[in-house]
């Protein structure tokens, strides 16, 4: 579904990523681990359009969309779920649905009442807090909402971008159970996490990304079994043998 292929962003005269390959398959799971600063963020921009990589090219369905607008790239079937949630605050929970399908309200005019419904199906406090200002939710409620939010617009491929960042642990458990829920719904979802133990328990496959390059790949039972992995992102430390 989605090939990043020898992909290289800046930003000025900074090189963020280095000819950066990787690849999603569709119904797949994918988790992007890496410590901050590694590259993440940036490469989830430069896939949905908010960065254009200066080499390489990012194919959607065979479709070259390097360097195309965000709007037109959500139109294609990418969604992207930002860091730190970027709620509408001032805005209902159900407006903050509303526009996150405001591209397809605006083709077809059609209602999107059963579209919501859906969502309120999947996030059931969404749908006891549907008139309440986003700002005044939790901050798992306010994940979730970006989650619904992101699905609004019916993508093929949703990108998450560290969505466990600042949430209590029984919140992560709850936020990665409804993202291994969405695969089987037909979601296909790349997913950026710090996080790397919480992100390759879900996972089919992973790769590591540090100093904007891709150092190691495999499926997530093999990842977690090498050592560089589990001591750098795992908190285990290498066997080291006594003198």
Same mark, same amino acid.
């Given at each position: 579904?989605?090939?990043v292929?020898?992909?290289?962003t $800046? $930003? ?11 690849h ?5 799971i ?22 254009n ?6 194919l ?5 969309i390097a ?5 037109s790239?959500?139109?294609?079937g ?16 159900r ?6 399908? $405001? ?12 579209d ?5 199906e999947l996030?059931p ?10 700002g005044t ?8 909402l ?9 993508p ?5 971008d560290?969505?466990s960042?600042g ?5 992560v ?15 296909t979802?790349?997913?950026v ?6 992100a390759?328990?879900?996972a089919?496959?992973? $790769?590591?990304?540090?100093n904007g390059q ?5 499926k997530?039972?093999?990842?977690m ?12 430390r290498?066997n080291t043998?006594?003198?």
């Open positions: 579904m989605l090939q292929q020898d992909v290289s $800046y $930003y000025g005269p900074i090189r963020a990523l280095k000819q950066v390959n990787l999603v398959d569709a119904g797949e994918v988790a992007l681990i890496g410590a901050n600063g590694a590259g993440k963020t940036t490469l989830l921009n430069t896939i949905s359009g908010l960065l990589p200066r080499h390489g090219q990012i959607f369905n065979g479709r070259d360097g195309q607008s965000p709007e790239i959500v139109r294609l990418i969604s992207l779920v930002p860091e730190r949630r970027q709620i509408f605050s001032t805005m209902t929970v407006d903050n649905l509303l526009l996150g399908a $405001y591209h397809r309200f605006r083709r077809d005019g059609k209602s999107l009442d059963g919501i419904a859906k969502m309120y996030f406090i969404l749908a006891q807090r549907q008139a309440q200002l986003g939710l939790s901050g798992g409620e306010q994940q979730m970006a989650l619904a939010r992101g699905l609004m617009s019916q093929n491929l949703l990108m998450l560290e969505p960042v949430l209590a642990p029984l919140m458990r709850e936020i990665l159970r409804i993202v291994a829920e969405l695969r089987t719904r037909g979601t979802i790349l997913l996490e710090q996080n790397a133990r919480a390759l328990s879900i089919d496959r992973g $790769y590591v990304l540090e891709i150092v190691l790949e495999g997530t039972d093999e990842l079994k090498d050592a560089a992995v589990q001591s750098a992102y795992l908190g285990k290498k043998d006594r003198a």
